[in-house]
């Protein structure tokens, strides 16, 4: 057990139990609050400020070292192995955004990323418990893309509206095009789009049908998930301000 626990070769595989699943969600829900409602203290304090965004900030890249170093070492560098994933991408982003606090990066991270990385904790697809190092590298890097965002959202104001809303969503759909292309031709899986197979086939989500059928109920959900995403936000964000701020 100790030798699997940092492991990427072996192929065993254990499922993810509810327990596993909900410890996460908590501790993200937790951080959440904590930044929610202590947000005049961390305010009223600098140097409290830049702790925490250098604790995120190192969290972040102990998670993404340790999981690719770990895996290219002992793997491979592969080219379904590349950090490509939309949650990749959305970390490397938010590593850049803890450094600049770029507002046109908050609404990326804040519109285009929360709603994937909930997904992504609520079920996540990795296929390895907790007895295996890639449970909390996977688990933290999700936490801290939702966590992230929602700091700068309590602490410095920053804030999205519907302009900005649909220009990340114009621009997710277009590279999408793009990645399910590529999917097709390598035989990848980043951001689990393709116009020819089924990503979700023997699972829960394999009514989205197979090739096109596919790719045009994937599309459809997405859009979806996004519009609730902001219809969500603009009631939190109200009530936020009414009682909390």
């Not at 049908?209 to 997405?222: A, D, K, Q, R």
Request: hydrophobic share 50%; charged share 10%; aromatic share 20%.
């Amino acid at each position: 057990q100790s030798m699997y626990f940092f492991n990427f070769r072996s192929p065993v595989r254990y499922p993810i139990s509810y327990i596993e699943k909900i410890i996460p969600m908590l501790l993200c829900l937790f951080f959440i609050f904590l930044t929610l409602v202590f947000h005049k203290r961390i305010c009223s304090s600098k140097k409290l400020d830049r702790s925490l965004r250098i604790l995120m900030f190192l969290l972040l890249l102990t998670s993404l070292i340790t999981e690719y170093s770990l895996r290219y070492i002992q793997v491979g560098i592969n080219r379904r192995s590349l950090p490509l994933h939309l949650c990749t991408i959305a970390a490397i982003l938010s590593l850049v955004f803890i450094i600049t606090n770029s507002k046109k990066l908050f609404s990326f991270l804040f519109s285009g990323c929360i709603p994937g990385a909930a997904l992504a904790i609520i079920g996540p697809g990795i296929g390895r418990a907790s007895n295996h190092i890639q449970y909390y590298t996977f688990m933290m890097l999700h936490i801290l893309v939702i966590v992230v965002p929602i700091f700068y959202y309590s602490i410095y104001d920053y804030r999205i509206n519907l302009k900005s809303h649909l220009k990340v969503m114009l621009l997710l759909q277009i590279c999408a095009l793009f990645v399910g292309v590529a999917n097709d031709y390598f035989g990848t899986f980043y951001w689990y789009i393709t116009y020819t197979r089924n990503m979700f086939a023997g699972t829960t989500l394999a009514f989205l049908g197979s090739g096109p059928v596919y790719f045009l109920h994937f599309e459809f959900l997405t859009l979806l998930m996004f519009t609730l995403w902001f219809l969500v936000y603009r009631v939190f964000n109200y009530l936020y301000s009414k009682y909390v701020k």
